[in-house]
T-cell receptor, first 113, second 111 residues
Framework: DSGVTQTPKHLITATGQRVTLRCSPR?????VYWYQQSLDQGLQFLIQ???????AKGNILERFSAQQFPDLHSELNLSSLELGDSALYFC????????????FGPGTRLLVL | QQQVKQSPQSLIVQKGGISIINCAYE??????FPWYQQFPGKGPALLIA?????SEKKEGRFTISFNKSAKQFSLHIMDSQPGDSATYFC??????????FGTGTRLKVLA
């Protein structure tokens, strides 16, 4: 168990809908990263937050947004969902100043029908 | 320039054999190179990592070899076991804490 929790574990929704994925980092970790893992692709970095502020941005679509709250949990919002958004979404956290060892959560499997 | 190219895509090794997975990069600003192991239905877990000022790092049966001039690094799994069967990802980090992952290698170790 990495200490990172993600909810929900599974999510099934329809095209055009909006969903929110939640992540709680390990105790004491200030950085949260979001990744998308599609079937035939590796992990695609989406976005990183550090202590509530956006730190780095990857290939995140404009339909997607994220935030990190004062209690350090993070949410990834996916809107106007398309079939191609079906994927595993992982959250990872790392400690202050470390930025090295990322601890991954179990992921949320999103299926868009 | 931000890519990390990983090969092979899949690998089958006999129990007791050596598994070798290779990665190559172009961005010389990368300063940290971790390897992750992922079992089905689980999130990736850090296996071993190396910095570019070191040419080799060994932890148990797992070794990273790093060639800075060639901009390549590889993971060697010695005495491969069926329990090592998983997907392995290499990654590289830039100074902005942005991680680029390889596309993964599915390793199957035959008993």
């Amino acid at each position: 168990d990495s200490g990172v929790t993600q909810t929900p574990k599974h999510l099934i929704t329809a095209t055009g809908q909006r969903v929110t994925l939640r992540c709680s980092p390990r105790s004491g970790d200030l950085s949260v990263y979001w990744y998308q893992q599609s079937l035939d692709q590796g992990l695609q970095f989406l976005i990183q937050y550090y202590n509530g502020e956006e730190r780095a941005k990857g290939n995140i679509l404009e339909r997607f947004s994220a935030q990190q709250f004062p209690d350090l949990h993070s949410e990834l919002n996916l809107s106007s969902l398309e079939l191609g958004d079906s994927a595993l979404y992982f959250c990872a956290s790392s400690g202050q100043g470390a930025g090295e060892t990322q601890y991954f959560g179990p992921g949320t499997r999103l299926l868009v029908l | 320039q931000q890519q990390v190219k990983q090969s092979p895509q899949s690998l089958i090794v006999q129990k007791g054999g050596i598994s070798i997975i290779n990665c190559a990069y172009e961005n010389t600003a990368f300063d940290y190179f971790p390897w992750y192991q992922q079992f089905p239905g689980k999130g990736p877990a850090l296996l071993i990592a190396i910095r570019p000022d070191v040419s080799e790092k060994k932890e148990g049966r797992f070794t990273i070899s790093f060639n800075k001039s060639a901009k390549q690094f590889s993971l060697h799994i010695m005495d491969s076991q069926p329990g090592d069967s998983a997907t392995y990802f290499c990654a590289a980090r830039s100074g902005t804490y942005k991680y680029i992952f390889g596309t993964g290698t599915r390793l199957k170790v035959l008993a």
